[in-house]
């Protein structure tokens, strides 16, 4: 329901209470007794009863929507904390970058170059370490073979 309409109505309502009390603090009854006085008493507590009840779903509503503003302010501060890191590394990188750029300028080197000299330093430093594993190896079953001797 919309909030305004709801507002009107309990606007309404408030001014014809207002009105009625005035008038039965005068010795006024707007409502004389009659037979339809028990049915106008039980149709006004059905909608008092529905504005209270409209009232109450009207804070539900203002409080959901406090805790969901309350969430978005969160997840955006999220957001931001994660942008401003994502921002530090591109920097960082883009340094990096630069630096690397501007050795290679020095040196004369290209970047076919130096990924060349790259793959042969990880080709040497696999076959350095195969070496020593066979070095280890061999110690051993030297050692197994000497104690076999003995």
Not at 115 to 144: F, G, P, T, Y
Request: aromatic share 2%; proline share 3%.
């Amino acid at each position: 329901m919309d909030p305004s309409l709801i507002s009107s109505a309990l606007c309404k309502r408030s001014q014809a209470i207002f009105v009625h009390d005035m008038l039965s603090n005068l010795g006024e009854n707007p409502y004389p007794s009659d037979y339809y006085s028990d049915i106008r008493t039980q149709v006004m507590s059905k909608a008092l009863k529905a504005e209270q009840s409209c009232e109450n779903a009207m804070a539900g509503r203002e409080e959901q929507l406090n805790k969901t503003n309350i969430l978005s302010d969160e997840l955006n501060m999220e957001k931001v904390e994660l942008a401003r890191h994502l921002l530090k590394e591109k920097e960082r990188l883009l340094s990096k970058r630069e630096s690397m750029r501007s050795l290679l300028n020095a040196t004369q080197i290209t970047p076919e170059e130096l990924k060349a000299r790259h793959d042969l330093a990880k080709s040497l430093r696999m076959k350095r370490s195969l070496v020593q594993q066979l070095s280890s190896n061999c110690e051993r079953i030297e050692q197994e073979l000497a104690d076999l001797k003995h």
